[in-house]
């Protein structure tokens, strides 16, 4: 089982900078990929960015391509989201998922290829 508690939403202008945390309890933390997804109320949930579970591996949606960087700690069980050059679309509800596997699947912008969500933080950017 793996527990995941996302952290460090907020609200920021637009080109500001946010870094989310997703702190994981559960010993196989460190042997799982790891992702972010978002979602804007009343839309699906978006592949944000995900993470093998040694991190040699991200994937990004083009979307966030070259503004966002996900990285990860299993040291510390926690993997993060960097976020820069915001812009009021990224506005969303972002999610810390956690699959069961080493490696993210060649389905890794599916929700259903995720086993573990966290409850979610808000990140809202202002024009």
């Known amino acids: 089982q793996v527990q995941l508690v996302e952290s460090g939403g907020g609200l920021v202008q637009a080109g500001g900078s946010l870094r989310l945390s997703c702190a994981a309890s559960g010993r196989t933390f460190g042997t799982v990929a790891m992702g972010w997804f978002r979602q804007v109320s009343g839309t699906e949930r978006e592949f944000v960015a995900g993470?093998?579970?040694?991190?040699?591996?991200?994937l990004y949606a083009d979307s966030v391509k070259g503004r966002f960087t996900i990285s990860r700690d299993n040291d510390k069980n926690t993997v993060y989201l960097q976020m820069n050059s915001l812009k009021p679309e990224d506005t969303a509800v972002y999610y810390c998922?956690?699959?069961?596997?080493?490696?993210?699947?060649?389905?890794?912008?599916?929700?259903?290829?995720?086993?573990?969500w966290g409850q979610g933080t808000q990140v809202t950017v202002s024009s």
């Open positions: 993470i093998n579970w040694k991190g040699g591996t991200t």
């Open positions: 998922v956690a699959d069961r596997r080493r490696y993210l699947s060649s389905n890794y912008y599916d929700t259903r290829e995720y086993d573990y």
